[in-house]
């Protein structure tokens, strides 16, 4: 089974940036979709940010204009540049490939269809 390992994350002050990265262990190709999903402690699992065919972006609306999510194939890599971290972006963040539905004239992800990694904490604290 393929394996994510999430990394990049610590303390940050609201307003910093951090660049998040997940390592792979298979082949990522172009046809993929993958996507970084974050959880509090009282709350559900909810994407962030997911990346499809043609490297077709989309954000949820919380992080939206903040965040960048990216993908170097050579490296099987994914990563996600946060710029403007604000507390409530606090959370565990993890990655993982993802099924995908056409809604509105954008995708958008449905099911994450991988193991779950360790995931890596971002707390947004001054």
């Known amino acids: 089974q393929v394996q994510m390992v999430e990394s990049g994350g610590g303390l940050v002050q609201p307003g910093g940036s951090l660049r998040l990265s997940c390592a792979v262990s298979g082949t990522i190709v172009e046809n993929d979709s993958m996507g970084w999903y974050r959880q509090t402690k009282v709350n559900q699992r909810e994407w962030v940010a997911a990346?499809?065919?043609?490297?077709?972006?989309n954000y949820a609306d919380s992080v939206r204009g903040r965040f960048t999510i990216s993908r170097d194939y050579t490296k099987n890599m994914m990563y996600l540049q946060m710029d403007s971290l604000k507390p409530e972006d606090t959370a565990v963040y993890y990655c993982?490939?993802?099924?995908?539905?056409?809604?509105?004239?954008?995708?958008?992800?449905?099911?994450?269809?991988?193991?779950w990694g360790q995931g890596t904490q971002v707390p947004v604290s001054s």
């Open positions: 993982n490939f993802v099924t995908k539905q056409l809604k509105a004239g954008a995708f958008i992800p449905v099911d994450a269809i991988g193991g």
């Open positions: 990346l499809f065919t043609g490297n077709n972006a």
